[in-house]
């Protein structure tokens, strides 16, 4: 049992997980994660440089689209400063690869994720649900013009096939951050971007002809942002609002607003972890092979402290974050309308 305070519940819980040894840095782990995912690039590549002029890329753009996305994951480790002791270690790994491993800029992402970390499911704060091509709360929607909403009442039915333009709207996202102040740091990731795009292009467009390469990078760019989404969608969607008028502690602010998704293994390198959403959210820097450990302590804490803990199967998580998308998106415009 906990100590049934509410202000020192995280307290309690953090103590056991720094006993238990969980919040330590795992160097082998990591060692083993940077070789594997490695070796997996350099696979893609003999095999870009083997079938050459082949329709068979596009099986090779699949397998891309695979490997760019565990980059990100690791890159997310990097960014909450799981894999190294010092900050500056973690950073040099994090913008290799961002920038030049995945082509988008890792300061963004980070300052972006922070406030996500910070404020989860807080409608004016999170900005992954910040209002766009898809609103995510009734707020969003009522605020929304009469030819938006038309489009919101299906957004439920649009959601995959919009994951396939967020690699797209990734680097854009990126490109309109750096621009904004040009200091050093940001002109060095715009630099690193820029050679990332120009090794790509020039490796695809001199190996394939004009046609299979718009094709490829399609296919890559495409399944890469639906890889990515799909691992991130089930984390959040769909579970309780939360702003800073709602009086609740740090423990139940990062336990409710996140969903865990069961499994197993292949589970855990599919999602990056992220599948371990809500022991990810209580403790950020913790390494990503500690999480599903961590996880028998915080349920049990949370089942003792009266914390609603939710976890689910991968495709339920999926089949809730829809109905909430359809849920919100046919809200009418005036809360009195039918």
């Not at 004016?124 to 707020?139: E, K, N, S, W, Y």
């Not at 690699?167 to 951050?177: E, G, H, K, Q």
């Not at 998704?261 to 022991?279: K, S």
Request: glycine share 8%; charged share 15%; proline share 4%.
């Amino acid at each position: 049992m906990g100590t049934g305070v509410r202000g020192s519940a995280y307290a309690e819980l953090s103590r056991r997980v720094k006993r238990a040894g969980l919040l330590d840095r795992r160097p082998g782990y990591y060692a083993g994660q940077i070789a594997v995912t490695s070796a997996l690039c350099a696979a893609g590549i003999a095999a870009f440089v083997v079938v050459g002029e082949s329709w068979w890329q596009l099986a090779v753009a699949a397998y891309a689209a695979v490997v760019s996305t565990q980059l990100g994951f690791l890159g997310h480790d990097a960014g909450h400063r799981q894999v190294f002791r010092t900050g500056r270690a973690n950073y040099v790994l994090g913008v290799l690869l961002a920038n030049v491993g995945v082509g988008f800029s890792y300061d963004w992402w980070v300052d972006k994720h922070s406030r996500h970390h910070a404020h989860p499911n807080d409608e004016d704060r999170d900005p992954d649900i910040g209002a766009g091509a898809l609103v995510f709360t009734t707020g969003q929607a009522r605020n929304r013009g009469p030819a938006a909403r038309r489009f919101h009442r299906y957004q439920a039915w649009t959601f995959f096939p919009l994951l396939l333009l967020e690699a797209v709207n990734l680097r854009v996202a990126s490109v309109r951050y750096l621009l904004v102040n040009r200091t050093r740091p940001r002109i060095r990731e715009a630099l690193l971007m820029s050679v990332h795009g120009a090794a790509y292009l020039t490796a695809v467009f001199v190996a394939l002809s004009p046609v299979k390469a718009l094709v490829f990078i399609a296919v890559h760019q495409g399944l890469f942002g639906l890889h990515l989404g799909c691992a991130f969608a089930p984390n959040h969607k769909g579970m309780p609002l939360l702003s800073d008028s709602d009086a609740a502690d740090y423990l139940r602010r990062q336990v409710l607003t996140s969903r865990n998704v069961r499994g197993h293994w292949l589970i855990d390198f599919a999602l990056g972890g992220l599948n371990y959403q809500i022991e990810h959210h209580l403790f950020p820097s913790m390494p990503r092979g500690n999480l599903r450990h961590a996880q028998h302590i915080v349920r049990a804490f949370c089942r003792d402290q009266h914390v609603r803990y939710v976890e689910t199967g991968l495709l339920s998580s999926y089949a809730q974050a829809l109905r909430h998308l359809d849920t919100v998106g046919r809200v009418p415009a005036h809360p009195l309308l039918p």
